[in-house]
């Protein structure tokens, strides 16, 4: 079959890398993709939201099945726009509706979701300006440290952990007030801050019954020893050690099931990933976040360990048969070390020459680009987090210690990456 990916991130070129390998796969387009996704199919210069050059795109190619990458064309309803159009409804779309990508698309929808059907996860408050008083006098109160979420979508920064009330306040009013984030900040979740260790599970769903598909651990510290601000991610280990089956039957048994019967129950279309943001607070799982779609720098750990034909999972999902599917994994070690561009997560520069990517093939890494282009002949710098690579080990160490080794032969101006991934299992 011809399959489009949508996306141009390091998520995008895992899931080009592993669909590429399916003996299903006849053609791949990627919209708009990196110089990474080029080795695995046509890139093709349209952007995730412009629905209307994919649907030129899909009849011109003869597409048979869309994977969506990033959020934001989930959220802005494409799964609605195939399906709402005569000529592109035949085609398989791996993607949730638009009102079930509320449960990323809106912290307050996935909460209100959450209790409805008694999924563990943090306490919580929501505000606008309409009640940014009451908002300041709730904080005020708040037991410290104290979370704030913008409701919408803002690419992985309107998440803030206060340390202060003072802090709290603050970003409160910078969200609301100042409307730091447009509209996703117009309204801002106020949630208590639970202790314990960040975790992320996969399933792959078509709304009424799901596989797991892997788990993960990823860094989103800057700074080694998780210090600095947040970023979208500077690596990735997986399988995580203490996701052993008694936890993974809390998981399945407390927070897969009911959220899975809940979109059955709730009639809401989905037809996708579901990535289940958790903490592991002293062995019992709660949720963080949902998102709706393959977390990044995740996937490029969960699909080297996958060892599944990821597109004959897809088919399963659309034909009805995904309750049968064997999944099987690699029983390696994963892990992913992410180099970014200096001055990321703030102010970068892009464009620049990456030396060396010829010359870091490795018999068990697999170099991911993130956010990179051609230009010429030479590959630059075209985002924060520029090269992701993945490596196979014993254990999470050698896995590590294998892609540092890559990483030490590939640079560009400024080039930074966190030499501590996986420092707690080592």
């Not at 199919?41 to 994977?67: H, P, R, W, Y």
């Not at 505000?127 to 037991?143: A, C, K, L, V, W």
């Not at 447009?182 to 208590?192: L, M, P, Q, R």
Request: proline share 3%.
């Amino acid at each position: 079959m011809n399959i489009l990916l949508l996306g141009s991130g390091g998520r995008e070129h895992a899931l080009a890398w592993k669909m590429a390998k399916s003996h299903h796969c006849d053609k791949l387009f990627i919209a708009p993709g990196n110089a990474g996704t080029a080795q695995f199919g046509s890139n093709v210069n349209i952007q995730v939201t412009d629905f209307a050059a994919i649907k030129g795109l899909c009849l011109e190619e003869k597409i048979n099945m869309l994977v969506v990458g990033p959020e934001e064309p989930l959220v802005k309803g494409v799964y609605d726009f195939f399906q709402q159009d005569e000529q592109l409804r035949h085609i398989t779309v791996v993607a949730p509706s638009a009102e079930a990508a509320q449960l990323e698309g809106s912290k307050a929808f996935s909460k209100k979701f959450m209790q409805r059907h008694n999924i563990p996860t943090a306490g919580y408050a929501e505000f606008t300006s309409e009640n940014f008083e009451d908002g300041n006098r709730y904080i005020s109160q708040h037991r410290l440290p104290v979370v704030l979420k913008a409701d919408g979508l803002a690419a992985g920064k309107g998440v803030v952990i206060a340390a202060s009330h003072e802090e709290a306040l603050q970003v409160f009013e910078e969200m609301i007030i100042n409307k730091q984030f447009g509209d996703a900040s117009s309204k801002v979740v106020i949630e208590e801050f639970l202790q314990g260790i960040e975790v992320s599970v996969f399933v792959l769903t078509d709304g009424e019954v799901y596989q797991v598909i892997g788990h993960a651990k990823d860094y989103k510290r800057i700074g080694e020893g998780d210090t600095g601000l947040n970023t979208g991610g500077m690596g990735c280990v997986s399988p995580v050690p203490f996701m052993d089956q008694a936890f993974m039957q809390k998981v399945e048994e407390r927070i897969i099931k009911p959220t899975i019967n809940g979109l059955a129950k709730e009639k809401l279309n989905y037809h996708g990933f579901v990535f289940f943001g958790l903490m592991n607070v002293n062995g019992e799982p709660f949720v963080i976040e949902y998102n709706c779609r393959m977390g990044d720098p995740e996937t490029e750990v969960v699909m080297p360990l996958l060892q599944t034909d990821i597109v004959g999972l897809f088919a399963a999902m659309d034909n009805g048969t995904l309750a049968d599917a064997n999944i099987e994994f690699y029983p390696q070690s994963c892990a992913t070390v992410m180099a970014v561009s200096g001055g990321y997560p703030g102010e970068y520069k892009k464009g620049l020459a990456i030396s060396g990517l010829e010359n870091a093939q490795a018999e068990d890494s697999v170099i991911f680009h993130a956010g990179t282009k051609q230009n010429g002949e030479t590959v630059v710098t075209n985002g924060g987090r520029v090269i992701a690579v993945t490596s196979y080990g014993n254990n999470i160490s050698e896995a590590v210690a294998k892609s540092k080794k890559v990483l030490e032969k590939i640079s560009f101006e400024g080039m930074n990456y966190r030499k501590d991934i996986g420092y707690e299992f080592s």
